[in-house]
């Protein structure tokens, strides 16, 4: 997969806001993705990106996903925040969800040092957000990063994915985040897997669906697939529901 060519195609397909004819997704792009994020927050992710960024801390990395294709198992804070943690415009998408849709429930596979999980946290306070993450020492750098940006709503998890889907049976999730173990084959089972604990109306969101060409593979597939009637591809992330009460219909849309 050239991904400049790919980047090229998504352009040319994109949507603006008046090729839409679903209210849904109308509503997506004109509702969800213009919400501002709250100045206090910006101001307060700015000083942890700068800090993470400096960070020249040496971590021992367990990775329990597809690896990196850049890193390898001693990695510094600041280069797994350069390459692995969610920033700009889509860290900024995780807030616009859960400040627009007002998820009660969020599952986030792949915690990381914690962006997702407190850009979560900043767009919707009400939500309880669970997150896994399998690297323990990974997982201790997101709870510090937890306290010092005051994100409380967030059950932390430190377990592989295939551990946490195995025991748990708790409340379905209305917003799904899969950002981890970017394998083609892998993706298509853990949504299948996740299917008893999802609703109708719930909102996966899939990252680097272009990472590489099993990943690319499967999102063609997942969005063939007659389960999910709404796509939206992003690009760099995919948005999938079965929302079963719509006709089937797939968007690229630019963000
Ligand atoms: C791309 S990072 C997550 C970034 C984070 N979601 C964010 O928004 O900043 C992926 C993380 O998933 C974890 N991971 C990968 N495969 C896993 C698995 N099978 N079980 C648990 N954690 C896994 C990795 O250790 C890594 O920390």
Same mark, same amino acid.
């Given at each position: ?76 804070v600041s280069s797994i925040f350069s ?75 430190? $377990?592989?994915?295939? @551990?946490?889907?195995?025991?748990? +049976?708790? /409340?379905? =999730?209305?917003?799904?985040? &899969?950002?981890?173990? !970017? ?37 063609? $597939?997942?969005?063939? @697939?007659?389960?999910?009637?709404? +796509?939206? /591809?992003? =690009?760099?992330?995919?948005? &999938?529901?079965?929302? !079963? ?5 797939h968007f690229t849309i630019k963000i």
């Amino acid at each position: 997969m050239i991904l400049l060519l790919e980047y090229f195609k998504y352009c040319f397909k994109a949507k603006g806001r008046h090729g839409i004819h679903s209210p849904f997704v109308y509503d997506f792009v004109n509702k969800c993705l213009t919400t501002k994020m709250n100045k206090k927050f910006i101001s307060s992710q700015k000083k942890l990106f700068k800090n993470l960024k400096s960070d020249k801390t040496i971590l021992n990395v367990n990775d329990f996903g597809a690896g990196s294709k850049k890193l390898n198992d001693q990695r510094s804070v600041s280069s797994i925040f350069s390459n692995s943690s969610s920033k700009g415009k889509y860290s900024k998408l995780l807030y616009t969800i859960a400040n627009y849709y007002t998820p009660k429930n969020i599952l986030e596979f792949g915690t990381s040092l914690g962006i997702g999980s407190i850009h979560f946290s900043a767009g919707n306070k009400s939500s309880n957000i669970t997150t896994i993450e399998a690297c323990e020492n990974t997982f201790l750098i997101a709870q510090q990063n937890f306290k010092i940006t005051n994100t409380t709503n967030v059950n932390s998890i430190l $377990s592989t994915f295939d @551990d946490f889907l195995e025991n748990y +049976s708790e /409340d379905k =999730f209305d917003v799904i985040f &899969i950002d981890g173990h !970017h394998d083609g084959i892998a993706l298509v089972d853990y949504l299948e897997r996740l299917k008893p604990h999802t609703h109708n109306d719930s909102l996966f969101i899939l990252d680097d669906i272009r990472w590489s060409d099993s990943m690319l593979e499967a999102w063609n $597939s997942i969005v063939n @697939d007659p389960y999910y009637h709404v +796509s939206l /591809d992003l =690009f760099r992330m995919g948005i &999938i529901l079965p929302r !079963h009460q719509q006709t089937k219909e797939h968007f690229t849309i630019k963000i």
